[in-house]
């Protein structure tokens, strides 16, 4: 039934939105409503009270003072600012719409043949906020807006991912999945770059999944993805970009936010944002911090179709221990009314240990037992890394004409090792010797960063954007391999497998985009210039390998807005995905005595070119932003898999020819009843690779769908709750597929002492369902999997805001970078 309501619902106000629209169009002109004298224009910004954040596509109709009929009307646009056109003299007055804010009427708006325009300035909206006894009901800001090239989830709403981390948040927004290792993937591609707070996650010495599990769900303000990024953006990340904007606050005084969470898992985090405003100049600092314990289990089933047919089975069981803490404290200087100054220094640590014991049981074609061996394997990570930022801002006595110049610097350190032991059953051969090798590595990464961008109006609807950057990255990997010898009783280095690799990029480039508005288009256009200089030097060969290339990447947006209500967007961009890390160093890496990999120092970067088509209508308690998207990269950079003689498997990195996706997505939103919200997303895609890896002709296509639900529930007296179910169809990849999954998570929620604290109960993966189960396969071989981890857990939470902190998010900065992964690379 409720599915029923919820089509039929939309259906509804589709027509009645558009049933008001061609009546304000066709209505006749009234007395002292309208004149036959020149039209005019109301202009004016709308902004949230208490954050000042703006008001993105609120619904602004003009009426007549003298009879209250309705005479035109605008929507805001992505900064707030609207502008009503084609109004007659007269007097009105304007009403203002936005889900989640009261319905505010302002007057006294004049329209004569002196003043044409009337400018309304900036108006404050207030959230909706009813005090009803003890009864309290606030409503909460849209969960989904949309942007010209962007959708902005604002999630601090998010009960399923309270206790967890960032990664947890990404479960839920659309579009963007997160597998088994963390890695996180947007439209079926891992591809994709994070941002933290508009600048590159490796910014802060961290990878795009390590900065997403380190920092605590409750820091997060909001979540943007941008999957057709404009020139203004770095290129890389073929899939897109995803922004992760966290808290501040910047009111007079002091304030803050301390948050403290547990679980049943063995998982405890906690985060405290301090702030204090002084007026010229404003101090900011925060810390968060997460312990960790994650245990599960694996399993692999692998088929060898060699001389004879051969069978392997693998079990694994693993425990993951792990600490991190990220330190920043910054100010801002406001030197005068036209420039600011802001430095800020920050620090981050990560310690891992990692367990994980292994049975192989090895099979004859009869599938009796013809080997059994077991391999214990203990891993320890010290990661530590520094970074200070300078950031400068110049206005000028135009409006919307600025300069802004970002200096960063980072560096990072990794020390690393690993214990492997390997002991065989002396059932199945006497007289052999158990196997033991240690591995130490040293990791290190130093990165700097100059971007510079200004914008200049060029008029009240043109603006000129011309930016440029300088960017230069060191990466190093001194990795020793020993085994150890039973005649001498030592250590010896494995020569074979000891390697120092380091990786070095340089990159200079610039970019121009024009914005206009030709009636009712909004037009976006751009092109970014780059030139790469990349060179990896295998120091232990003393092999250097070397790769210049000049990329160029345009962008085009352009949107319709069709009503107040109604909007079409669409988007063209071209992309790239650089080789890095293990994708080139050609030294083998070795895991176990049947898996061995190496990379390809002769890939070239992939190129993507992205189209995509998206509609958005906004009605009374109503959200439909249905979408289409098509990409296709040449020279797709693919993992490759082949097995020799003795059932080795090696992996290795190639360009494939082709690769080709085409998909489809619908995210409602939708008021079911004054207490309950739902928000549904289902995402249809096609995909395609094809090529030629090493003399074998591969070609696979699959079609796969995903969808979430998610369910909004406030009550009286402060309680909330929250309903979170998620589906993945099957994946099909190159050389396999990953099997369907799916869950269900349950948050519960209250305000405590006066609305200032919040006390969180969820429960994450409630039916204990969340698995990955893969199938693999090659020429001569083909693998099932599964792999699980401890993901039902309890977890309580409990968050406070000090001084009545209020959310604000921090002026984004629209640079971004490579987001490498220095796990991957080491």
Partial sequence: MWLIRFVLTGLLTGIFSSLILMAAETEEQGPGRRSSGPEGQVTGRLIDEESGEPLMYASLVLHAEADSAMVTGAISNESGHFVVEDVPTGEYYLVVNFVGYPQQKINGITIDEDEPSYDMGTIEVAPDVELLGEVTVEAARELMEVGLDRRVFNVEQELTAAGGSALDIMENIPSVAVDFEGNVSLRGSTNVTILIDGRPSNLIGLSGSEALEQFPSEMVERVEVVTNPSVRYDPDGTSGIINIVMKEEHDPGYNGMVSLNASTGGRYSGSLNMNYNLGSVNLFGSYSGRLSDMDGYGHNYRTSFLADTTYMDQYRDFDNEMDSHNFTLGFDYEINDRNTLTLSAGSNGRDRESLSEIDYYAMDPHRDLDDVFHRNSFNTMD???????????????????????????????????????????????????????????????????????????????????LGGQAYWRERGSDFRFYDFDHESGQWENNEGLSNHFVHTERRFS????????????????????????????????????????????????LRRNIDQAQSVQLSYSRR??????????????????????????????????????????????????????????????SRF??????????????????????????????????????????????????????????????????????????????????????????????????????????????????????????????????????????????????????????????????????????????????DMDFDEFM
């Fill in 383 to 465: 990661n530590s890394g520094y970074r200070v930022n300078m950031a400068f801002r110049r206005t000028f006595d135009e409006e919307y004409r600025e300069w802004n110049t970002d200096i960063s610097y980072s560096t990072r350190e990794n020390i690393r090792s690993e214990e492997n032991e390997q002991v065989f059953d002396p059932a199945f051969g006497s007289g052999r010797s158990n196997l033991y090798e240690n591995t130490f590595t040293d990791g290190s990464s130093d990165m700097l960063r100059i971007q510079t961008d200004y914008e200049h109006p060029l008029g009240d609807e043109t603006k000129l954007e």
């Fill in 510 to 557: 610039a970019y121009g985009i024009l914005s206009t508005i030709l009636g009712h288009y909004s037009v976006q256009g751009g092109l970014r210039l780059e030139q790469a200089n990349v060179e990896a030097d295998q120091r232990t060969t003393d092999e250097v390998y070397t790769s210049n290339y000049f990329s160029f990447f345009p962008s085009l947006h």
């Fill in 576 to 637: 790239i995905s650089r080789p890095r890390g293990r994708q080139i160093n050609p030294f083998p890496s070795y895991s176990d005595p049947y898996h061995i990999s190496s990379g390809n120092p002769n890939l070239d970067p992939e190129y993507t070119n992205s189209l995509e088509l998206g509609y958005t209508r906004y009605g009374n308690g109503t959200t439909i932003n249905p979408s289409v998207f098509y990409r296709q990269t040449n020279g797709a950079i």
């Fill in 641 to 818: 898999s082949t097995m020799d003689e003795n059932g080795v498997n090696h992996t290795t990195f190639d360009n494939i020819n082709y690769e080709q996706s085409l998909g489809a997505e619908l995210v409602v939103n939708q008021q079911l009843f004054d207490f309950w919200r739902a928000t549904a997303t289902t995402s249809y895609f096609y995909r395609r690779v094809e090529g030629d890896l090493q003399q074998n002709v591969l070609h696979n296509e699959s079609y796969s769908w995903s969808a979430r639900l998610v369910n909004d529930l406030r009550f009286p007296r402060g309680w909330s709750a929250q309903v979170t179910g998620r589906y993945s169809s099957p994946v099909v990849m190159l050389q396999g597929e990953m099997k369907a999954r799916y869950t269900a998570d349950i948050a519960v929620r209250k305000n405590v002492l006066n609305n200032t604290g919040t006390i969180t109960l969820r429960l994450s993966d409630a039916f204990n369902t969340q698995r990955f189960q893969m199938y693999n396969y090659g020429d001569n071989f083909e693998v099932d999997s599964e792999r699980r981890r401890n993901s039902r857990m309890i977890h309580i939470g409990f968050s406070y805001r000090i001084n009545e902190y209020e959310r604000r998010d921090r002026r984004d900065r629209d640079d971004m970078d490579d």
